[in-house]
């Protein structure tokens, strides 16, 4: 009896660290859940509830005590990590994997950081913000200083991330700079359309995960997570636009 309790309480641990992952990586709510149902019902535990929003997860199991809660502190996109729970699960559904080497295959993936190199993302997000403003039609001869608008703010993103820890604070002090970047670039001659070059810098800020995770939990009937991630959503567009709205009213 003992062992087999034991046994339900590890599976309890998978499925939670497997839902944590996820949530703490950019997963959708329906989606997280459908996977913690998953694992679960593999390992022979049918009768099992959880309840997801992003700052929570929620999990019990019919005649077994006690529920357990997990906190979601930190939150970040990173799709490769959804990817590789996603495929430990199919596994784990398959038989491929026992519980053991599941809950290890998880805190490996846990620990893991997928994530491209920082000059990387730099790199990339001052190419995006370019061609965001070619995209806005923007003038060819913008895009350098899209370029370099949206390569300087993103760092500064990070920084301020790690420097303030909340995320408002963060996003609208990188807008900021790159709203007094831009005006200094068209004040010294280098670009022509202001509007056209803030556009294309601040694109590679936009929460565009969190809006399509808001929209489909919504339709999937997650009420709670759908209305939080959208607030969240809207939370980042506010902070962005009093950024620039900063700059503008100083012209």
């Known amino acids: 009896m003992e062992q087999e309790n034991s046994k339900t309480y590890k599976i309890v641990e998978v499925c939670l660290l497997a839902g944590k992952i996820m949530l703490q990586s950019g997963g959708e709510t329906y989606r997280v859940e459908d996977t913690m149902t998953r694992i679960a019902n593999a390992f022979g535990i049918y009768g099992s509830h959880c309840f997801v929003t992003p700052t929570g997860i929620i999990f019990s199991i019919d005649g077994v005590e006690p529920t357990k809660l997990v906190r979601i502190v ?10 590789v729970v996603n495929s430990i699960s199919r596994k784990i559904a398959s038989g491929e994997l026992e519980l053991d080497e599941a809950y290890q295959r998880l805190k490996a993936a846990e620990k893991a950081d997928y994530k491209f190199p920082i000059w990387i ?6 190419l995006a913000s370019g061609c965001f403003l070619i995209m806005f039609q923007g003038q060819w001869k913008d895009f350098i200083p899209a370029m370099i608008t949206g390569g300087i703010g993103y760092p500064c993103l990070l920084y301020f991330d790690k420097l303030a820890r909340v995320r408002f604070f963060a996003e609208f002090l990188s807008s900021f700079i790159m709203g007094l970047i831009a005006a200094l670039l068209i004040k010294i001659g280098i670009g022509t359309e202001l509007d056209k070059i803030i556009i294309g810098s601040v694109m590679p800020l936009v ?7 808001a929209v489909r939990d919504l339709m999937a009937g997650h009420l709670v997570a759908g209305l939080s991630k959208g607030a969240e959503a809207f939370l980042t567009a506010f902070a962005i636009g009093a950024g620039i709205a900063v700059i503008l009213s100083f012209r």
């Open 74 to 83: 930190e939150r970040s996109t990173d799709l490769k990590k959804v990817t």
């Open 121 to 126: 993302q730099i790199a990339a997000a001052s």
């Open 207 to 213: 929460p565009g995960l969190l809006i399509t995770n």
